[in-house]
């Protein structure tokens, strides 16, 4: 073997004979710089122990020294003393179940080192120069262990700070350390002057691993481990590895082989998890939480992952064994909440070479049993469901499967994360877990369970009533369900802010509430039990215990609270009374009570706003002793004097002779005159009931009988004159809005009662109409609001202007306009200043006969107008007032339009581009001259838009009125004139016109265009001017010649280009 070193000494010799020769161009210091970290040779001395399969290894810290030892099954040969003196030139290069290559690794030890020496089996050697081994005296003590001895005799490190460094890293080696070895089990370390110290790798079982850190003989830390590893495909003498860290639960001081895993340990979080490549990359990152191992091609640092091709299949498979790992994390029990915290979420950082593991992992719990379920089991995240946890308190998997819809396996609930936002519940809603929480179920429970016809969009009909299936697994369900339930509700409506009174409308109107009896009703139908439990009225209780069961307080009240928000009431009167309204009210077949009127009466007088409680029951008893409910019934006499009976009378009368219908009457309604059947007076036998008369009259009043005649607002569809107030309708493309206005008046078959007028009856349209508000003699209509109201007398104006039913005492009945004061009989108030006598021409015959008429008359005359416009003026002062503004109007000039250019730099621009590149004016010459490029512009349309208000009148640039006439099309007739002559403007531009009224515009031509001088003051004038409007002389008059901003700035803009045109020209 002495001759075997001599011979690679002499080797290694020459090969540093070279580099002499080349110094300061081949420098092997540089391997110095490939191990920048601190103690990296450690790692490497336990890679080469690692590689010949040692079990223990040891270091001895001096402050002179470091020495190394292992018991690897086998030493030193020759091929080991060429590789470790070599560069590159490893025994592993090529051994695929060895970390590394050893020639360059080793390498690290001389940050420390000038003189590393090794004894192994027959070989005892220094290497010198990184390269040159030379022969030392060897150690008989080693037997067949391997020693290291590396001197801190490196210059560049003082043996204090190797010595430090060293020490240090010993102290804080990673429990990770040996978890991916495969032989190696324990490492020590004896430090000068300190406490001896190692750690061990323990194995429970297969895949249950515990790295344990002793001090002095003392465990120190304990830290466990699942690691689960395979073969690397197509190396099979390799291995890849995730391990998840443990954590021990509460109580538990120390691992009991004996029991249960789950019952000692829970996963947690590698913080943070370690990427190794046997031993940790330290700057590697995965994202991840916990630990992987893989054979990586690593940097030359051995501090990270190379981004290379070679490495994507390892990633490939640390995927698919952990997804394997999965089932067998599950069976141990440990697949829990605290697990899935473990796992990565969407919001991780996960690098994208280590996404196909969180992909993996995703895809698994997804479609495998692997998904924690709020039932303890395991199932595929695609078939749960999660939801708040007192819904899945509330409804079983056997519930889920009656409720909602699936194509396969029924859904189940899944778990739920204990923390919002924590990283498990981030890593739930990561999954395929669908979201059907108390909305959903809310939703489901109105759709099934009203009483209203609704639109399902689940099973795209209409439904009619509850749904007979649901309503039976609801009546299945006990009263603490339903207790639970109620609660759930209550505390989801609370919930809400904009949705909430929507949603209590709903609930309002579904049967949820669960009666005494085992039925359902909606809440406002049903009512609290009794303290005392009689119940014997008749009205539907809820069923006390759905608020009382249990033992939980909160609970009870929230499931209360619900009930009376949703309208479950407590028994009073008021309800009480309206039970037996159904019970003997609710048809004409009345099982009257006595008594029970009395019971009314007072109700309504204690509550009046309980009297709506009776408008749709049959609580009295016509003069044809029918029943009848209070809008059908009318009070008149004895019990007050209303007059009513002499409409209805008439009516009656009219009905019995079978005059049901005029011909030529237009104010005749068509349909049988029916009112007999609908209203009767209230039967006189109540005056001997036993209840005071005011007392009733007030009574039957607010609860809605009829005490007088009333106008009824109607649609204009009817009136006589339709057509002239829908004329604005009846035009092309008119639209009916919602600010439409269409309102006219009547009373109903008032017609048919005057056909044969009594004084009674006269006088109840007269008091009437005198009650009555102005409006009601006025019909009303436009279709939106861009068109005027139009207004006409109204459908019971016209009646009452026509008819003849004002009697005079000489027994006559006569139309409004024939009738004097003076005759009407005693009771028909008076009073000349009321309107409504004016709208129905009231003495308007005999008034034009009066010597007061003939005064008027003469004043009239004097005035120039006629008593038949002051009139008119009266009785449409609205229409007067708007004419007079229309006039008004016409007096006021327009205003003169507005337009500014927000950017006029940019729009001068503008013009001179479309100036250089307009068309030059063109004359054929001809008899006269006659322009031929006219037609390459249009102003009309330019002017239009720029000389049209916001009132949409065209003014005149000029005068400043309004053009004078619109063509037959609806446009403005206006001349567009050049404002200059061809001497000015060679080209073709709309900014050149001028719109001008037909009188301005011959003024303009005649006194401006027709005169040289006058337009070449104007050019001048329009080019000086700052602001947009000019002094013209019209002759003898002068004028302003006004512009829009923009249209002056384009128009100076042309006469710029203009002038400089001009210039150049003269210069060529």
């Not at 969009?457 to 509850?466: A, E, H, M, N, R």
């Not at 349909?671 to 009931?689: F, M, Q």
């Not at 002389?1033 to 803009?1053: I, N, P, Q, W």
Request: with cysteine.
């Amino acid at each position: 073997m002495n001759n075997f070193l001599k011979d690679l000494a002499a080797q290694r010799q020459k090969f540093l004979d070279g580099l002499d020769a080349n110094k300061g161009d081949i420098n092997l210091d540089i391997f110095e710089d490939f191990y920048p970290d601190q103690a990296h040779f450690l790692l490497e001395l336990l890679q080469n122990a690692e590689d010949v399969e040692a079990t223990e290894a040891t270091f001895e810290i001096y402050q002179h020294g470091c020495s190394f030892t292992h018991n690897g099954k086998r030493t030193f040969n020759t091929d080991d003393v060429r590789a470790i003196t070599g560069i590159h030139n490893s025994t592993k290069i090529k051994a695929v179940d060895q970390i590394g290559k050893f020639g360059v690794g080793f390498k690290a030890v001389f940050v420390y080192t000038l003189s590393p020496e090794i004894f192994s089996g027959e070989f005892a050697f220094r290497i010198l120069r990184l390269v040159f081994p030379k022969e030392v005296s060897g150690d008989r003590c080693l037997g067949a262990d391997t020693r290291f001895w590396l001197p801190f005799d490196n210059p560049r490190k003082v043996a204090a700070a190797a010595f430090t460094e060293i020490r240090d890293n010993l102290s804080t080696l990673s429990d990770t350390t040996l978890l991916f070895l495969s032989h190696l089990e324990l490492i020590g370390w004896q430090v000068d002057g300190a406490a001896p110290g190692e750690i061990m790798r323990v194995q429970h079982s297969d895949n249950h691993f515990e790295v344990r850190r002793q001090v002095g003989g003392e465990t120190a830390t304990s830290s466990h481990f699942l690691k689960f590893d395979q073969p690397v495909v197509g190396l099979e003498k390799q291995r890849i590895a995730v391990a998840f860290a443990l954590d021990a639960l509460p109580n538990v001081q120390s691992f009991d082989p004996t029991k249960p895993l789950a019952k000692q340990f829970r996963i947690t979080s590698a913080d943070p998890g370690r990427v190794a490549v046997y031993f940790s990359a330290e700057k590697e990152t995965s994202g991840l939480r916990f630990h992987l191992h893989a054979p990586f091609v690593p940097e030359l640092s051995r501090a990270s992952i190379k981004e290379t091709p070679a490495n994507q299949p390892l990633f490939e498979q640390l995927a698919a064994l952990t997804v394997t790992a999965l089932p067998q994390i599950r069976d141990l029990g440990l697949l829990t909440t605290d697990f899935l915290a473990v796992l990565p979420n969407p919001q991780d950082a996960v690098p994208p070479r280590y996404e196909p593991i969180r992909n993996a992992i995703v895809e698994a719990m997804n479609t495998e049993l692997l998904t924690p379920t709020h039932a303890r089991s395991h199932e595929p995240a695609n078939r749960l469901l999660q939801a708040r946890a007192s819904l899945k308190d509330l409804l079983s998997a056997e519930d889920l499967e009656f409720l909602v819809d699936h194509d396969g396996a029924p859904p189940l609930w899944a778990i739920a994360a204990p923390q919002k936002n924590s990283n498990a519940d981030r890593f739930l809603e990561g999954l395929s877990i669908r979201k059907w929480d108390t909305e959903q179920f809310v939703a489901l429970l109105i759709e099934k369970t009203s009483e209203e016809r609704r639109y399902s969009s689940l099973l795209s009909k209409y439904l009619y009533g509850p749904d007979e299936d649901l309503m039976a697994w609801l009546s299945r369900k006990p009263v603490e369900w339903h207790q639970k339930l109620y609660a759930i509700l209550n505390e989801h409506l609370q919930s809400l802010e904009r949705r909430k009174d929507g949603l209590r409308k709903e609930l309002q109107q579904s049967k949820v509430i669960r009666l005494a009896n085992g039925q359902y009703s909606t809440a406002s139908k049903c009512f609290f039990p009794s303290d005392d439990g009689k119940d014997d009225d008749g009205l539907p209780r809820v069923d006390k215990g759905v608020y009382t069961s249990g033992r939980s307080k909160q609970q009870q009240e929230n499931a209360r609270k619900f009930l009376e928000e949703m309208g479950v009431r407590e028994v009073g009167e008021a309800e009480r009374i309206e039970a037996i309204l159904k019970q003997r009210y609710a048809s004409p077949n009345v099982k009257s009570r006595k008594g029970d009127l009395k019971r009314f009466i007072a109700l309504v007088e204690k509550e009046p706003d309980k009297a709506t409680l009776f408008k749709d029951y049959f609580i009295l008893q016509g003069q044809d002793e029918t029943w009848r409910k209070p809008e059908d019934i009318f009070l008149d006499e004895p019990f007050m004097d209303t007059g009513l009976s002499s409409y209805y009378d008439a009516l009656v009368i009219l009905e019995r002779q079978g005059d049901q219908e005029t011909e030529g009457d237009e104010y005749c309604y068509n349909e049988p005159c029916d009112t007999e059947l609908a209203h009767t007076p209230l039967a006189s036998s109540y005056v001997t009931c036993g209840v005071f008369i005011d007392k009733l009259v007030k009574f039957a009043a607010a609860v809605g009988t009829q005490t007088h005649l009333k106008p009824t607002q109607t649609s204009t569809g009817n009136h006589p004159h339709v057509s002239e107030l829908r004329e604005d309708y009846s035009r092309y493309g008119t639209r009916w809005t919602s600010s439409a206005i269409d309102v006219d008046w009547e009373i109903p078959h008032l017609s048919e009662a005057l056909k044969d007028p009594s004084v009674k009856l006269t006088l109840l349209v007269w008091k009437t109409i005198s009650d009555a508000p102005p409006t009601v003699l006025e019909a009303q209509f436009r279709p939106n609001q861009q068109y005027q109201t139009r207004r006409v007398p109204s459908s019971l104006a016209l009646l009452l202007q026509r008819a003849s039913w004002v009697p005079q005492n000489d027994g006559r009945f006569v139309r409004p306009a024939d009738a004097s004061r003076d005759l009407l009989p005693s009771g028909f108030t008076f009073d000349p200043g009321w309107n409504w006598l004016k709208a129905i021409h009231f003495g308007a015959a005999a008034a034009k006969k009066s010597e007061q008429h003939r005064q008027k008359q003469a004043v009239a005359e004097e005035l120039g107008v006629s008593l038949d416009d002051i009139e008119m003026i009266n009785q449409h002062p609205d229409d007067f007032q708007q004419w007079k503004d229309f006039v008004r109007a016409k007096a006021v000039r327009p205003a003169f339009p507005e337009r500014t250019s927000a950017d006029p730099r940019r729009r001068e621009a503008r013009v001179s581009q479309q100036w250089q590149e307009a068309s030059v004016k063109e004359y054929n010459r001809r008899e006269r001259s006659v322009r031929t490029s006219r037609t390459t512009v249009d102003p009309h349309p330019w002017l239009v838009d720029y000389y049209t208000n916001d009132d949409e009148q065209m003014v005149c640039q000029l005068c400043g009125n309004e053009m004078p006439f619109r063509k037959r099309d609806g446009q403005y007739y206006f001349e567009a004139m050049e404002a200059l002559g061809p001497e000015q403007f060679s080209r073709e531009h709309e900014a050149q016109f001028l719109a001008l009224c037909p009188v301005c515009a011959a003024k303009y031509n005649e006194f401006v265009k027709s005169d040289d001088d006058t337009l070449a003051e104007m050019r001048r004038a329009m080019l000086d001017s700052d602001e947009p409007s000019i002094q013209v002389m019209l002759g003898s008059s002068a004028a302003t010649l006004r512009f829009v901003e923009v249209h002056f700035d384009d128009l100076k803009t042309i006469l710029k280009k203009e002038e400089a045109a001009g210039e150049a020209a003269e210069t060529d």
